[in-house]
C-alpha cells in the first residue's frame, strides 16, 4: 500500500496551502507532520520535532526535544506520530514518546528498499519507515520520475511504501539539490521571489506528486494512523 505523508519544515502558509491544494484537487488524504501551528485541513496531523542533545555533568546525552514535542502536542492533541527534522535519530526522545501520547515513529528512511513491514521498535511505539523522500532522491542524483507500473504493484501490495513531499519542493517544483540550495533555501520566506522562480521546465517534485496522485486509486491511500491502530488492534489480540 502506499501512504502520502509531509514534513512542513515552517514553509510559509501560502506553500503549505500550495501542496494542500493539489490534495484536495485530488480528494487524495495524507499524514502531515508539522514543525510549527498550522492548519492541515481535513489531514492526519503529526508533529515533526528538531532534535537536540545536551549534555549532563557525567557526560550522559539527554535529549530537550520533549518540550518541543510536549508543546507541539498541545497545538495537535489529536496527533499520535513524529518524524524527526533531518531524520535525527534519538533514542532518548523514541523511549519517552509514549509516555507524551505518542504511538508512532517515522523517522528511519529505508530509500529503494521493498517488502517495508512496521514494526515495534520500542516498548509501545511503532516505527514506520520511510521508501521515498524527495530531497533524498535528489541527494542520490536519481530521477524525480517514478516508474507507473512499479507504483501499481506498491498500491497492490501488503508492504507499506512511505512518499514524503516537502510543500516547499512542491511549491518550486524543486528538481535538484542545486536548484535547492540556490533557489529556495536562501529565499524560503519569500513567496513572491520563489513563485517567479518556480521550475518549469525539468521533471521536478510537484510533478512527481502529480503523477503518483494520477496513477493510483485514491480511494486506496491510508493515512499513518490507519497503519499504526491496525497494528495497535492487533497487538491487543495477542
Request: net charge negative; glycine share 4%; aromatic share 14%.
Amino acid at each position: 500500500m502506499i501512504i502520502l505523508t509531509s514534513d512542513t519544515d515552517w514553509v510559509p502558509d501560502k506553500v503549505l496551502d500550495y501542496f494542500l491544494d493539489i490534495l484536495d484537487e485530488y480528494d487524495a488524504k495524507a499524514t502531515i507532520f508539522a514543525t510549527n501551528k498550522v492548519s492541515c485541513r481535513n489531514h492526519e496531523a503529526a508533529i515533526h520535532p528538531y532534535p537536540e542533545i545536551s549534555y549532563d555533568k557525567q557526560g550522559y546525552a539527554r535529549s530537550s526535544s520533549f518540550d518541543t514535542v510536549e508543546n507541539l502536542k498541545k497545538v495537535f492533541p489529536q496527533a499520535l506520530g513524529t518524524r524527526s527534522h533531518g531524520l535525527i535519530i534519538s533514542t532518548d526522545l523514541l523511549m519517552g514518546l509514549p509516555v507524551l501520547g505518542i504511538g508512532y515513529d517515522s523517522t528511519y528512511l529505508l530509500t529503494f528498499q521493498d517488502n517495508i513491514r512496521p514494526y515495534n521498535i520500542y516498548p509501545g511505539l511503532l516505527e514506520i519507515p520511510i521508501h521515498w523522500m524527495d530531497i533524498e532522491i535528489m541527494r542520490f542524483g536519481k530521477s524525480l520520475r517514478l516508474d507507473n507500473d512499479y507504483l501499481r504493484r506498491q498500491e497492490r501490495s501488503k508492504a507499506l511504501y512511505v512518499y514524503d513531499f516537502h510543500p516547499s519542493h512542491v511549491f518550486t517544483n524543486t528538481f535538484s539539490l542545486d536548484f535547492y540550495y540556490d533557489v529556495y533555501k536562501p529565499h524560503y520566506t519569500d513567496v513572491e521571489y520563489l513563485e517567479g522562480k518556480r521550475n518549469r521546465n525539468e521533471f521536478g517534485t510537484e510533478d512527481t506528486l502529480i503523477q503518483l496522485l494520477e496513477v493510483v486509486d485514491r480511494t486506496s491511500l491510508k493515512v499513518m494512523k490507519d497503519i499504526y491502530l491496525e497494528w495497535n488492534e492487533k497487538m491487543n489480540k495477542k
